[in-house]
């Protein structure tokens, strides 16, 4: 594509956004950044840009003058995407995108790109190290925290990019087309943004919109929704499932991982010999080997570099111990689904803090998910009465309220006894008591090291 002088209109001041107007500068197009927040600070949006901007900046009101003067629109993956304003430049056949697509056109090489509610960040980064460690080039990009946009131009033909999508990046792909995809599973999430469960699932499932039988797309056999994407997914399809032997797939047998081809098993590793824990993070690697192997890595190097691999920040990451407490940060925990399966991985007597922003989630399947596992339930954040309701429903009263995070830390410090564990899983999104899930993870391991200071 020409971006020479294209008049570009970028939606959105965060991190995509100014990963985007920075591309975009650099391959010659004119961006305009955007943002309907009137408190957005132009100043202080302009000293990010790590070697200034030329881009001219609009808060609250988007001009008639530098609207119809536009060719392209970017929109960030927080702006979504049928808006009215979105809607408006799509009826003059303005075409939509978002950044992903944006970097894609820009990029070059081969794209692994990994899809799915939960385990995206621990798939990708697994995924992401066994490229680097094989490939001359690599790069890790997407929803992992390292924008694509950044990263396209140094991109060579044979460099692979191991990209996490999430959904809301997905709504604005057109050509964006991976060598193998992945969609790990799909569970109720970002309802206040999708609707409807077969908008959301739909959505993820586009990950594989350009895809075609000499590609793949790694899927999950016990998850519903993939299961029944199988039958009209464009690409390959290769299975992993945790509950049961598959005649062609990787599979969990007791203690080993297996592959199979045609009934014709091989052990792959004992699940012993890895450094994550749950089963959940057995799908998670199970799903790197496929997309690995898929790509065509040799399966001795796969092997080796997923025995070496330690668990990311954020995602049921060990902090300390103190008086024999462990304290773990499952930050990254902003849905049920990945709160059950946090409280299932965990091998000791455990209180949890929870509650957040509000998705329009239930919480009843967290809660029974408990058992006689979770000691103590302590809430906080925008949802602490919704799920405090929910849990006395289900005859659960060890409930305690907190205003803050560290009323929570101290709250659980008080409350824990030695052979216990603590866990940070909140089963809601971050957002109206922290910009993200990465600061609210930080500020519990800052607090918990301050307990043990102390």
Not at 213 to 228: G, Q, R, W
Not at 231 to 239: E, L, R, T, W
Not at 388 to 395: F, L, V, Y
């Amino acid at each position: 594509m020409n971006w020479k002088g294209k008049k570009v209109l970028v939606v959105g001041c965060g991190i995509s956004g100014i990963g985007a107007t920075e591309l975009l500068e650099k391959v010659g197009a004119s961006p305009v950044l955007f943002d309907e927040n009137i408190k957005v600070d132009v100043e202080n949006v302009k000293n990010r840009f790590a070697n200034g901007t030329k881009a001219e900046i609009i808060t609250g009101q988007l001009p008639k003058e530098v609207e119809d003067g536009i060719e392209m629109v970017v929109l960030s993956p927080g702006v979504p995407s049928d808006t009215v304003f979105a809607d408006s430049f799509r009826k003059r056949n303005i075409p939509v995108i978002g950044e992903i697509e944006l970097a894609y056109l820009c990029g070059k090489g081969s794209v692994l790109a990994i899809t799915g509610t939960n385990g995206k960040t621990t798939t990708t980064a697994l995924t992401g190290k066994i490229m680097q460690e094989y490939f001359a080039s690599s790069y890790i990009v997407g929803n992992i925290g390292n924008p694509y946009t950044s990263a396209a131009l140094e991109m060579q033909d044979d460099t692979v990019t191991v990209a996490e999508i999430s959904s809301f990046q997905l709504e604005t792909i057109k050509k964006f087309h991976p060598k193998v995809s992945a969609v790990l599973n799909i569970t109720p999430d970002h309802l206040d943004r999708h609707h409807t469960m077969e908008n959301y699932a739909k959505t993820k499932q586009d990950i594989t919109m350009n895809q075609t039988k000499e590609d793949i797309c790694v899927l999950n056999y016990e998850d519903s929704y993939t299961e029944e994407f199988a039958v009209k997914c464009p690409a390959k399809v290769v299975y992993f499932s945790s509950a049961r032997k598959l005649q062609n797939g990787y599979f969990l047998d007791g203690e080993d991982i297996k592959y199979s081809q045609n009934g014709e098993e091989v052990i792959l590793l004992n699940i012993h010999e890895m450094r994550l824990l749950g089963i959940h993070n057995v799908e998670n690697v199970m799903a790197a080997i496929a997309i690995s192997e898929g790509f065509g890595v040799p399966r001795e190097h796969v092997i080796k570099v997923v025995k070496n691999f330690a668990a990311v920040e954020h995602r049921i990451e060990y902090v300390t111990t103190i008086n024999d407490v462990d304290y773990y940060n499952d930050s990254k925990g902003t849905n049920t689904d990945a709160a059950i399966k946090a409280v299932q991985a965990m091998n000791r007597p455990t209180i949890v803090i929870g509650g957040g922003y509000d998705k329009d989630s239930q919480y009843d399947e967290w809660i029974e998910s408990f058992g006689d596992k979770v000691k103590w339930l302590v809430l906080l954040g925008q949802t602490k009465e919704k799920i405090a309701a929910c849990a006395k429903a289900h005859g659960y009263e060890h409930v305690v309220m907190v205003e803050t995070l560290e009323e929570a830390v101290n709250e659980c410090y008080k409350l824990a006894e030695a052979g216990s564990a603590v866990l940070l899983s909140p089963a809601c999104a971050s957002w109206g008591m922290f910009p993200n899930y990465e600061v609210r993870g930080r500020m519990f391991k800052e607090l918990v090291h301050k307990l043990k200071e102390s």
